[in-house]
């Protein structure tokens, strides 16, 4: 066996997935990240803007077409216009503010990423300097290992605030 290339021991394998190493992946992915994210938000905000834009001058010519229009019937089809040109404009925001508001909750998701990073690394170091039987460390690193590919849980929703009227007071 060659002198210069020892076998892969822990610490060896370790040195490769080293905290920089991580810490520097682990922002090289989340610059990336934002930049999708917030490109996608910021597009979606911009033709959510555009659509109610349009859909308001739309209702705006439309509603002028009828007032100065010189038959009932055409005023009567000018506003229907107006009114469907602007519903649609609504719906097609709408759309897009939803698309807006999905990229912002995975732009939440990204940078919760590095708690999460954070936390499994300092399980890591608190497991590796520990004075555990092998048994004892399947375990945990077994556990670990499961809470990882589970991913993060929601946080719990906050307790509900019930007032209650005190006998003799009247309720809000």
């Known amino acids: 066996m060659d002198d210069d290339h020892p076998p892969p021991t822990e610490a060896g394998r370790r040195g490769a997935l080293g905290l920089p190493e991580l810490w520097e992946a682990t922002h090289a992915r989340l610059d990336l990240y934002h930049q999708i994210a917030t490109g996608q938000a910021k597009t979606s905000f911009r033709n959510a803007q555009i659509a109610m834009a349009a859909g308001f001058l739309l209702l705006i010519l439309f509603a002028g077409i009828a007032l100065w229009a010189s ?102």
Do not use: C, N, W
């Open 71 to 172: 038959t009932t019937a055409v005023a009567i089809v000018a506003g229907g216009l107006g009114a469907v040109s602007a519903a649609l404009a609504g719906y097609v925001a709408k759309t897009f503010i939803r698309s807006q508001e999905a990229a912002a909750t995975h732009l939440r998701s990204y940078f919760d990423q590095p708690l999460e990073l954070s936390r499994y690394l300092a399980a890591e170091r608190l497991v590796a300097d520990g004075d555990l039987s092998q048994e004892q460390r399947g375990e945990i690193l077994s556990a670990l290992v499961q809470a990882m590919v589970a991913g993060p849980q929601p946080a719990p929703a906050p307790p509900s605030v019930v007032i209650a009227s005190a006998p003799g007071q009247q309720g809000p």
